[in-house]
């Protein structure tokens, strides 16, 4: 084995130290940067903070019921995950998707999205929703309350698995429990079944009972529509005489056949925030391309996990997270550029101490003197022996 010469071991040493030191800066780099909040960070925090009010408030209520809260599909124990398999289950879904909606940090882009579209206080807002998704129901309830917006609300009560499904203690009594303890403050003005054509379409009619029975005990008006037609033309009927005109923005959650019309317009819109334009687009169906055709905006939380990785949020959660966590949610990034330049000058510096490139690494690589040539120049005799 050969043994590397001093001058060899030395630059080995130095270019690990050199290593070493780029490593440093990058850590050093990666704390030199500053928060720049958004003009509406105030806005998002309280929103953030008011969802999960809202989920104290709604756990605290199942465990005073005696209502299970699983940790295995709730790991986070909020509450807004309800069994797999009850009455109100309309299909399958997805439990990573309905984890990922408790974070209360959705709420602050909400709030972003609805100042991005000119909602100011006591502007008319629609909203859509089903039992699907309870944690971004409060999200965008919590965002609408905060921004101040004058919300109005149609539920649908059937939910896929893993939402509002206990028929004890529907999505209606969510919200009443919550407008009773003056956290949200929202006016229903219907429930309907959801389902097939939003007519409870494949439930059983003991299912449609339990669901008639929570719109009465939450006074809320129960509606069941004889077709998907007539689900979208009740429903874009009734928000316009809540508030005399189109609502300024429209806000569908979740999945519901009356919203959507089709499932090709379910499967085509990947995006939460719709402008008028797209209409063209669409399937002829559903309020959703109907709010877009009349020249309102629209906002659609579905599927769930593709509304949060257009907002920047963490397709995972599974235990209680700080608010405003990931910051990005109401800050900016930014780096601290003079501090950066100061610790490149300083890293270029240390390097050249550390290599000592004058004395570790040779200016140049110096030919091997040249054996002397066996064959004689031309017109030279070789000596004789």
């Keep these: 084995m050969t043994t590397p010469s001093p001058k060899t ?3 080995r040493t130095r270019l690990l130290l050199s290593f070493g030191a ?8 990666e704390r030199m940067i500053t928060w720049v909040p958004f003009s509406d960070g105030q806005d998002r925090l309280a929103a953030a903070a008011l969802a999960q009010r809202a ?3 709604i756990k605290a209520e199942k465990l005073r019921r005696g209502l299970t809260i699983d940790p295995h599909d709730d790991p986070a124990g909020t509450g807004l995950i309800g069994p797999r398999t009850a009455a109100l289950v309309t299909e ?3 439990l990573s998707a309905k984890q990922a909606a408790t974070n209360p940090n959705f709420a602050a882009p909400m709030v972003g999205m609805l100042h991005r579209l000119g909602v100011q206080r006591g502007d008319p807002v629609a909203v859509s929703l089903t039992g699907s998704i309870p944690g971004a129901n409060l999200a965008v309830l919590c965002a609408l309350q905060v921004v101040g917006a004058k919300t109005v609300v149609i539920a649908s009560l059937g939910s896929s698995a893993w939402g509002a499904t206990d028929p004890e203690f529907t999505w209606l009594d969510m919200a009443s429990l ?5 956290i949200l403050d929202d006016a229903y003005l219907a429930a309907t079944p959801g389902g097939k054509g939003d007519g409870a379409g494949g439930l059983p009619v003991e299912s449609l009972d339990l669901m008639r029975a929570a719109a009465h005990r939450n006074q809320v ?3 069941v529509p004889s077709s998907l037609t007539g689900a979208v033309d009740y429903r874009r009927n009734a928000f316009v005489s809540a508030f005399g005109v189109l609502p300024k923005v429209f806000i569908n959650i979740g999945g519901g056949a009356a919203s959507y019309g ?3 317009n379910g499967v085509s819109l990947r995006t939460p925030l719709l402008q008028p334009s797209l209409a063209p687009a669409l399937s002829p169906h559903g309020l959703i391309h109907q709010m877009l055709k009349e020249g309102v905006p629209v906002i659609t939380i579905h599927p769930i996990l593709e509304a949060e990785r257009a907002v920047g949020l963490p397709l995972s959660y599974r235990t209680s997270a700080p ?3 990931p910051a990005g949610l109401y800050n900016a990034k930014q780096h601290n550029l003079p501090a950066l330049v100061g610790l490149l000058i300083g890293l270029v510096a240390l390097l050249i101490v550390a290599l000592n490139l004058n004395r570790v690494i040779p200016r140049g690589i110096q030919a091997a003197p040249e054996e002397p040539s066996a064959t004689p120049p031309a017109g030279e005799e070789s000596p004789s022996l």
């Design 9 to 11: 071991a030395l630059l």
């Design 22 to 29: 780029c490593l440093i800066a990058l850590v050093v780099a």
């Design 55 to 57: 989920q104290a408030a």
């Design 92 to 94: 399958k879904a997805d």
């Design 178 to 182: 919550l407008k009773a303890q003056g």
């Design 221 to 223: 008006h129960w509606h």
């Design 262 to 264: 089709t499932r090709l």
């Design 323 to 325: 608010l405003g966590q």
